[in-house]
């Protein structure tokens, strides 16, 4: 037991300092490479927030959880601010699930999506979860949380039993179970309507440019944007379509912990069972973080699009600084050679 316990508190102390240093540079590579793909529209608006949210999750855990392990004295107000591990954990999910919901109606029902999902639309519906998660964390964690014995936190006493027992599965239900319900079935609903209203939905839209153009050449140049719309639109679903597989697969498991285990268990290693449980209940900690880290990489090798974006972002910074030094070179050798023919006519 003492030695599951011993390799528990070393993986604990361990992992997320491994995402960290991973997740975060990939999280702002993401936001950068994503919001100059195109145009601003809800679709990358909503994947660089995700990035955010993803890459603030990863540092706000990493943050706390150095204070307890090196005993910080937080007291009441650092206790009532750890609301914020959960909060943008669970904006980051409902993010996705956000971009899902985007996605879903562009891939089947493309006529609709202007009208349905506008950019004002889509700030709303970001503004609008963000303020609702801020103000259910903010206020339960101000109202039920306090400072507790030595360097801990603990519940307010009127609160005890809301805490062990409701908060535990309320918690449950709005940072894994209802984005995982909803984003599975998006997901199912969104690589069913790539299927089936493809090739419809470029009929459609080649109709539509051909009835603006009144030449062959515009209507080539409109071809030539429709397709790379096309190529846009399907790099972000394909984008989403990973973030969501993934989320899908690493939260099963924190599904399955949430469900089998006690609600009161509190990673304990006092019998063998609980330290099993212990041990479970830090994979699939790991698997939840890991869902803040790993998108990056899935859209780097699974989607040309971004890769190419990405390349193209960091030869173009390569060139700029190439091209300044050289034209500062060259800015000092013709005042050299100004210089030297002033003083070639000085001695004549």
Request: net charge positive; aromatic share 14%; with cysteine.
């Amino acid at each position: 037991t003492i030695e599951i316990c011993d390799a528990v508190t070393q993986f604990s102390n361990t992992y997320l300092w491994i995402l960290f240093a991973i997740g975060v540079p990939g999280n702002v590579l993401t936001i950068i490479t994503t919001l100059s793909m195109q145009a601003l529209s809800p679709a990358t608006f909503f994947i660089a927030l995700l990035a955010f949210f993803d890459g603030s999750a990863l540092v706000v855990k990493l943050i706390f959880q150095q204070l307890y392990r090196y005993e910080v004295q937080i007291g009441n107000v650092g206790c009532k601010m750890e609301f914020l591990t959960m909060y943008l954990a669970t904006v980051a999910n409902w993010m996705l699930v956000l971009i899902c919901a985007e996605r879903f109606i562009s891939v089947c029902y493309p006529l609709k999506k202007i009208s349905v999902f506008t950019k004002k639309r889509g700030y709303i519906c970001a503004a609008t979860v963000a303020a609702f998660f801020l103000c259910f964390y903010g206020i339960l964690f101000v109202v039920m949380r306090d400072k507790g014995p030595g360097m801990t936190c603990g519940t307010n006493n009127n609160f005890l039993s809301f805490w062990a027992t409701y908060w535990y599965w309320l918690n449950a239900a709005m940072f894994l179970f209802i984005p995982f319900i909803i984003i599975l079935v998006f997901t199912g609903g969104i690589i069913r309507g790539l299927y089936l209203s493809r090739r419809d939905r470029r009929f459609l839209m080649q109709k539509g440019s051909g009835r603006d153009t009144g030449n062959e050449c515009a209507t080539g140049n409109n071809q030539r944007l429709v397709a790379e719309s096309e190529r846009i639109e399907r790099a972000i679903t394909i984008m989403m379509i990973l973030a969501a597989v993934l989320f899908v697969a690493f939260a099963l498991p924190a599904c399955v912990f949430r469900l089998l285990s006690d609600p009161k268990f509190r990673g304990d290693c006092d019998t063998i069972a609980n330290a099993y449980w212990a041990m479970f209940e830090q994979v699939q900690f790991l698997l939840v973080d890991l869902t803040h880290v790993l998108n990056f990489f899935m859209y780097f090798f699974a989607v040309r699009r971004f890769r190419s974006q990405l390349f193209k972002l960091l030869r173009c910074k390569t060139c700029k600084k190439v091209k300044y030094q050289h034209t500062i070179s060259s800015q000092l050798s013709s005042s050299t050679k100004a210089n030297s023919t002033v003083c070639l006519q000085h001695i004549h």
